[in-house]
């Protein structure tokens, strides 16, 4: 079955660094999106990416950060600047195939901020 | 955007039925309800989704009320492995490019 792949798997990086977190969406999908999760909090939406623009952001995609879909497979989240804040995983998800509604969601990259 | 009441934790058994009920008052005329599993360390999975009445799919079921304000997860025979997160999300997520609005969840125990 085919399967959304974020790498790397953890990152640390320190305050001020900047950082791009990959993913491999799956083949034949539309969307693409990127969600994030503060140890022990809810899962937060960030952005939504479509036709090879930003379709919907939230309030905390900020112009600290950005994506980008560099070629047919990869589909990135460049963080500038990083804040101790911005610790948390960070899931790719995509979707949006014909008749098809359910968003499939990457393993994360687990990004530490020192 | 309708908001979403589930409990937050519940304990089971190995082999028996759980069913999570989640409250959605506000739920809107074009809303439907979706529920995704989360393991630790992992991301959210899409497990089912419907409008009315009962959805059945090979994972669980959704009964849905005819007033709709509310919903029910129903995970058969439940084992060890279906120690999850469990998130009720409520929107228009039939249509495609939709962002997902997660609230807090359940989190299930299994039990041996």
């Known amino acids: 079955e085919p399967e959304v792949t974020q790498t790397p798997s953890h990152q640390v990086t320190q305050m001020g660094q900047e950082v791009i977190l990959r993913c491999v969406p799956i083949s034949n999908h539309l969307y693409f999106y990127w969600y994030r999760q503060i140890l022990g909090q809810k899962v937060e939406f960030l952005v939504s990416f479509y036709n090879n623009e930003i379709s919907e952001k939230s309030e905390i995609f900020d112009d600290q950060f950005s994506v980008e879909r560099p070629d047919g497979s990869n589909f990135t989240l460049k963080i500038r600047s990083t804040k101790l804040e911005d610790s948390a995983m960070y899931f790719c998800a995509s979707g949006g195939t014909s008749g098809r509604y359910e968003q499939y969601f990457g393993p994360g990259t687990r990004l530490t901020v020192t | 955007l309708a908001k979403t009441t589930q409990p937050i934790s519940m304990d089971s058994y190995e082999g028996q039925e759980v069913n999570i009920t989640c409250s959605h008052n506000n739920i809107a005329t074009n809303d439907y309800i979706t529920w995704y599993q989360q393991f630790p360390s992992q991301g959210p999975r899409f497990i089912i989704q419907?409008?009315?009445t009962k959805v059945t799919n090979e994972v669980a079921s959704l009964f849905i009320p005819a007033d709709r304000k509310s919903s029910t997860l129903s995970l058969p025979r439940v084992s060890l492995s279906d120690t999850a997160v469990y998130y009720c999300?409520?929107?228009?997520?039939?249509?495609?490019?939709?962002?997902?609005?997660f609230g807090g969840g359940t989190r299930v125990l299994v039990k041996p």
């Open positions: 999300l409520v929107g228009d997520q039939k249509a495609a490019g939709n962002k997902l609005t």
């Open positions: 419907g409008y009315k």
